[in-house]
């Protein structure tokens, strides 16, 4: 069965950035590799939120509240999906996922992001 563990998260400094990591296990390379994945945030008291999608040719898309700041890239070869977040702001706090197209039902355990002013 699929599993996906996040990583990367910290307490950064608002104007900060941060990296993070998404490993799947348990799934098949072809897949992976065929469906988008996506990451996720939640922050306290609000809806679960889609950030960033990067589909199977790679194309990707941004929510219009982090364009210009975050990248979504994913390593195949690795079963590895990135979020590279720049520029952070204190509205990015919350809990990073990332979800697996052919795995809707599946979610890790997140990872925090704690953005201060």
């Known amino acids: 069965q699929l599993r996906l563990v996040e990583s990367g998260g910290g307490l950064v400094e608002a104007g900060g950035s941060l990296r993070l990591s998404c490993k799947t296990s348990g799934i098949i390379l072809s897949v992976f590799t065929g469906h988008a994945m996506d990451w996720y945030r939640q922050a306290p008291g609000k809806q679960r939120e889609l950030v960033a999608t990067?589909?199977?040719?790679?194309?990707?898309n941004n929510a219009d509240s982090v364009k210009g700041r975050f990248t979504i890239s994913r390593d195949n070869v690795k079963r590895t999906v990135y979020l590279q977040m720049n520029a952070l702001k204190p509205g990015d706090t919350g809990l990073y996922y990332c979800?697996?197209?052919?795995?809707?039902?599946?979610w890790g355990q997140g990872t925090q992001v704690t953005v201060c002013s």
């Open positions: 990067i589909e199977s040719n790679r194309d990707t």
């Open positions: 979800n697996h197209r052919n795995y809707r039902e599946l």
